[in-house]
């Protein structure tokens, strides 16, 4: 036993170090705010597309979905199916428009800041109050995924809780701090990588084990009847969509994907791509790694209800079925490399929140007040940001009895109901203003906070469904009421819609 685990160890340990390396990498390209906030806008598509899916997923894919589709069947997946087609919109709609326009307005290389300059907010508000949202939402996610780090070693290794949340938080620090942009993108990208990999591997090594398709689904409906999960006559069973789920909560599970219009970790991917043109193979590339992925995290959720039927097994906790299998069925070492993919989700996430927490405060906050320094010192600036976050969101995560956890979907559903709208709206909507942009955040928002914290709402439907609608609908009544007329604003958004060969603007 001990043999297994040293291997395991050891695999984890060549992780960490392939990570600091590929930090080390991006130290050594970049030179200014640019580099170290977007990399120069010089992301290839395929790096793009890895590393907004690995930033995106983190460790729910590998252990969320495969606990829920353990635990509860086929209709546990309308989250990852809204989260698919959610993304494919993103990719499709806003990620070549939002790539031109931001070089266009002023080289805009954060959100809140594109805001400002697409909008003409010569106040700062808007930028400010978005940089602020930015920074403390995302200082709890990023603690969330330290406390994450902490229980993966506490319950996989046996380790201190601290200790291990530590060593997660000072490893993700090291290439984040010093390489910026490119080092969080690299290694999401090798990161994306592994988890891709090892969400294939783990369920067809698992149904072999089984005896092929056949019997996993043979014992998937073994298992449906020995715990009287069908009434006589049913015809749903876990492998179908519609299992256990009214229309309400599909629509409410699948709304998850209206998120991604206005997550900031994403929207940079797409802002640093070396041109529009870029977001077609991005898609492709992108979107491909959503579905396989999506696949396999579901395949092993059967995959594992099988296997453990079959053995008499029960697992006290479903969301180790991706970790129980693979140190089941693989070498130990092969197993410690599969372990450490969970450690990658975790960590390509917490990345790239620092790397926008560190925008919001260098270039949303500090440089909005007309402060301006050399590109060596906004540089360190950056990096200073990332490890005051950093700093922040260890000493919230040394309390892993709080509910930290519990704000990840808050904060997915705080950024996409107080962002996505206005996202969609300043791309292709010449009417928005500053003042309908800053109402449609504030309402967004505050919708979120109340229904997220009221039980008998958020119990029926998930907050970012009646956030993104009062987001949208403060937006656009505000913006009718101060509309003007700014030949700057048109010939912007003229020059982005060439640039992204957009059809012409109706009305």
Not at 171 to 193: E, K, N, P
Not at 214 to 220: F, K, M, R, S, T
Request: hydrophobic share 50%; proline share 3%; charged share 10%.
């Amino acid at each position: 036993m001990a043999t297994s685990s040293t291997l395991q160890v050891l695999a984890i340990a060549l992780y960490f170090a392939t990570m600091i390396g590929i930090g080390y990498y991006a130290y050594r390209q970049t030179s200014d705010l640019d580099d170290y906030m977007l990399a120069g806008r010089k992301l290839r598509p395929g790096v793009a597309a890895l590393s907004a899916g690995a930033s995106d997923m983190s460790g729910w894919l590998l252990l969320g979905v495969p606990g829920a589709i353990y635990a509860a069947g086929l209709g546990e997946s309308w989250i990852v199916i809204g989260l698919v087609i959610g993304a494919y919109l993103n990719w499709r709609y806003v990620a070549p428009r939002l790539r031109a326009y931001t070089a266009i307005s002023n080289n805009s290389i954060t959100v809140p800041t594109f805001f400002e300059n697409r909008l003409r907010d010569h106040s700062h508000v808007l930028r400010i109050v978005a940089g602020t949202i930015i920074l403390v939402f995302f200082t709890f996610y990023v603690s969330s995924g330290m406390v994450a780090g902490g229980v993966f070693f506490e319950s996989t290794f046996g380790s201190s809780y601290t200790w291990g949340m530590l060593l997660v938080a000072g490893i993700t620090l090291s290439y984040t701090l010093f390489g910026g942009f490119l080092g969080a993108t690299l290694t999401d990208v090798a990161q994306g990588l592994l988890m891709l990999a090892t969400l294939i591997a783990v369920p067809i090594v698992t149904v072999i084990a089984v005896g092929g398709p056949g019997e996993v689904l043979n014992a998937i409906n073994a298992a449906d009847a020995a715990h009287n999960l069908s009434e006589p006559g049913d015809e749903l069973h876990r492998t179908s969509l519609f299992y256990g789920g009214s229309v309400l909560a599909i629509v409410s599970a699948a709304a998850w994907g209206l998120g991604y219009f206005g997550q900031p970790h994403i929207l940079v991917r797409f802002m640093a791509l070396r041109s529009p043109a870029d977001a077609k193979a991005g898609r492709r590339i992108g979107i491909g790694w959503m579905v396989l992925s999506s696949i396999g995290a579901i395949a092993t959720g059967f995959a594992g209800l099988a296997y453990f039927f079959n053995s008499g097994e029960t697992l006290d906790n479903p969301e180790t079925v991706f970790l129980r299998l693979a140190q089941i069925m693989f070498h130990p070492f092969i197993a410690g490399i599969v372990l450490a993919a969970v450690l990658a989700a975790v960590m390509s996430t917490i990345s790239s929140q620092l790397i926008v927490c560190s925008s919001a405060l260098v270039e949303d906050i500090y440089r909005a007040f007309g402060k301006e320094s050399s590109p060596t010192k906004l540089v360190n600036y950056g990096r200073l940001g990332v490890l005051t976050v950093a700093v922040v969101a260890i000493l919230i995560a040394l309390d892993p009895g709080g509910t930290i956890l519990d704000l990840v979907g808050f904060a997915w559903a705080g950024f996409g109901a107080a962002f996505g709208p206005l996202i969609i709206l300043s791309l292709f909507w010449r009417k928005l203003t500053s003042a309908g942009a800053i109402a449609g955040m504030i309402s967004g928002a505050v919708v979120v906070g109340i229904w997220g914290q009221t039980d008998a709402l958020a119990s029926r439907m998930y907050e970012i469904v009646p956030g993104f609608i009062a987001c949208a609908t403060a937006a656009i009544l505000v913006s009718l009421l101060t509309a003007r007329s700014d030949d700057e604003i048109e010939r912007e958004f003229s020059e982005m819609e060439v640039a992204t060969r957009g059809p012409a603007p109706v009305g």
